[in-house]
């Protein structure tokens, strides 16, 4: 079984940082993708950021230039740096990688949301 468990949201004020993290662990093969998303209550989850097993990443246009994501592949762990943070950036984040066991790959493995809320 492959879980994702996510930390690092909270209260910041506008202008401020936060850093997410994203674990995974189980019985993993190998990771593709992995990406942050976000959702506000009833909106559609949207892209915030992804990065491939090789490095190359890719940003929603809204966080280009304040957001960085990164990964550590001897940790199974994918980070994202919220730099300037903005009111609007207030959501929950949820991580999702696309990840190889010995029996299948499947890109739907899902942490469970953390809270991100910035003040003004």
């Known amino acids: 079984q492959v879980q994702l468990v996510e930390s690092g949201g909270g209260l910041v004020q506008a202008g401020g940082s936060l850093r997410l993290s994203c674990a995974a662990s189980?019985?993993?093969?190998?990771?593709?993708?992995m990406g942050w998303y976000r959702q506000a209550p009833g909106k559609q989850r949207e892209l915030v950021a992804a990065i491939t097993g090789g490095g190359s990443t890719n940003y929603a246009d809204s966080v280009k230039g304040r957001f960085t994501i990164s990964r550590d592949n001897a940790k199974n762990t994918v980070y994202l740096q919220m730099n300037s943070l903005k009111p609007e950036d207030k959501d929950v984040y949820y991580c999702?990688?696309?990840?190889?066991?010995?029996?299948?790959?499947?890109?739907?493995?899902w942490g469970q949301g953390t809270q991100v809320t910035v003040s003004s």
């Open positions: 999702n990688a696309d990840i190889c066991r010995i029996i299948d790959c499947r890109n739907d493995y």
């Open positions: 189980g019985s993993i093969s190998s990771i593709n993708a």
